[in-house]
């Protein structure tokens, strides 16, 4: 499986969205609305970059990155939190060294893209 991005979101107009983005740059997507379906996904051979919503139900997204980290599933995959949280919360101090970006919403489409673009260059 060659590198890609997995949107993980539970709001439907957030991953289309940056799905229709992503695709215009010719960038394989892949979507999940759950931090369990994220695990499920990374379970499965995913490797590329994970743009995770924080605010999800259930598991959020930074115990979605602990989950993967735990799980040993964090070999060949870029975290990249994409949220409406203007500030990292409290649990990003202890696991800034698996999230190498953060970007807020509303975000720049065109900035998104190039962000993603040299993420996905980097795992090449």
């Not at 800034?96 to 996905?120: G, R």
Request: with cysteine; proline share 2%.
């Amino acid at each position: 499986m060659g590198h890609a991005v997995l949107v993980v979101d539970d709001d439907a107009s957030v991953v289309n969205t940056v799905r229709r983005i992503l695709e215009m740059h010719d960038i394989t997507v892949e979507t999940v609305e759950s931090g369990d379906g994220c695990i499920q996904k990374l379970r499965e051979g995913f490797k590329g970059v994970v743009l995770v919503d924080i605010v999800m139900p259930g598991m959020d997204g930074w115990d979605t990155i602990q989950a993967a980290v735990d799980g040993g599933f964090n070999q060949h995959v870029i975290f990249i939190m994409l949220t409406g949280k203007e500030v990292p919360d409290a649990k990003m101090d202890y696991l800034k060294e698996y999230v190498l970006d953060y970007i807020t919403k509303p975000f720049d489409a065109k900035k998104l893209a190039s962000v993603v673009k040299e993420y996905l260059a980097y795992l090449e």
